[in-house]
């Protein structure tokens, strides 16, 4: 029940739910031995909530896999959700690194479009943030810091900073 709450509420990959799932089950698993220590004692014996159930990383795989058989949880739906999220204010690395923490990871296809946007993007998170070139060399330094630090490549932080931020058409002119 409480996988489809947080699927409802957003996207989450397998492995951020899978973790998610676990803590629960093991926060539930002391509460319970406080309760029953506080019963008389804990239990010992063929009673106990590990021996009942099994092990918690077995049960939360089979409802994993039940939601992912039923349609509600996708990898693929998760990275699309992110990257769109996403892409607007981040570079490419940025991106990537996120979903990497998620334990998803790009397709080439989608690698490649965001490869493509990533100087029009950066160009306008740059005319947001700054609206005009720096006036001395340690204005652009920190322009720069803060566009490598957003996850953008340095070659196109250098491109935007010395173009000053050019009206891009959406289309990267570097050769693949």
Do not use: C
């Not at 349609?71 to 769109?84: P, Q």
């Not at 998620?102 to 490649?112: P, S, Y």
């Not at 609206?131 to 803060?146: E, N």
Request: proline share 2%; aromatic share 4%.
């Amino acid at each position: 029940m409480r996988a489809l709450q947080w699927l409802a509420q957003r996207e989450h990959s397998r492995q951020e739910l899978r973790d998610k799932l676990l803590r629960l089950l093991q926060r539930s698993a002391r509460e319970a031995a406080r309760a029953a220590a506080g019963e008389g004692g804990a239990q010992h014996g063929p009673d106990t909530d590990a021996d009942v159930h099994g092990d918690p990383a077995v049960e939360v795989d089979a409802v994993l896999q039940w939601l992912e058989q039923h349609g509600h949880l996708s990898d693929a739906r998760f990275t699309e959700s992110r990257v769109h999220a996403r892409q607007a204010r981040f570079g490419n690395r940025r991106i990537q690194q996120e979903l990497q923490q998620h334990g998803v990871t790009l397709d080439a296809d989608a690698r490649q479009a965001l490869q493509q946007t990533e100087l029009a993007r950066a160009a306008e998170v740059w005319r947001r943030k700054y609206g005009g070139a720096a006036a001395d060399a340690a204005g652009r330094v920190r322009q720069m810091r803060f566009m490598v630090g957003r996850g953008f490549s340095p070659d196109v932080v250098r491109r935007v900073i010395q173009a000053g931020g050019p009206a891009v058409d959406g289309s990267d002119t570097s050769t693949d």
